[in-house]
């Protein structure tokens, strides 16, 4: 399963043939079975923890573009960080690891008190490489918001 929408009311889907394959007119066929250790027959079970360590993820290449949950939503201790990574003069972009939806700024965080700026409906990868040519061209603040609205 991968969630494939920011917004989307039907967001969690299995692309292709299923997670083990598909149930359809009335027959299960399976094209795959689990090779690999899983759930609770495992040493990494959780069935007695509450919370898991925090990792996070980030993309950035001479900016940096945030890989964030559901609407581009990042806890609030990182969006603190964030804040602070803007206020030393490097453009953070707000985007999704979510598949498709849009990312809109001030949805979820206040782009606007943080500095961030909102990808709108690109993903990750691609707000790198608009990030990166904004940058080669030499535009900053509202600017880079602007480009990110137009494309």
Do not use: W
Request: charged letters at 20%.
């Amino acid at each position: 399963m991968t969630k494939s929408s920011t917004t989307d009311v039907q967001t969690f889907v299995s692309p292709g043939p299923g997670l083990l394959g598909t149930a359809s007119y009335g027959r299960i066929r399976y094209f795959r079975r689990p090779t690999h250790l899983h759930t609770h027959a495992t040493e990494f079970s959780v069935k007695d923890r509450n919370v898991l360590p925090r990792v996070d993820v980030l993309y950035a290449h001479e900016g940096m573009v945030i890989a964030g949950m559901g609407s581009g939503s990042v806890p609030a201790a990182v969006a603190r960080t964030l804040a602070d990574v803007v206020a030393s003069g490097v453009i953070v972009v707000r985007s999704s690891r979510v598949g498709s939806g849009d990312v809109g700024r001030n949805i979820e965080l206040d782009d606007d008190g943080l500095g961030l700026v909102a990808s709108g409906q690109l993903n990750p990868q691609k707000s790198r490489v608009l990030l990166q040519l904004c940058l080669a061209h030499g535009l900053r603040g509202d600017a880079v918001q602007d480009a990110f609205y137009r494309y």
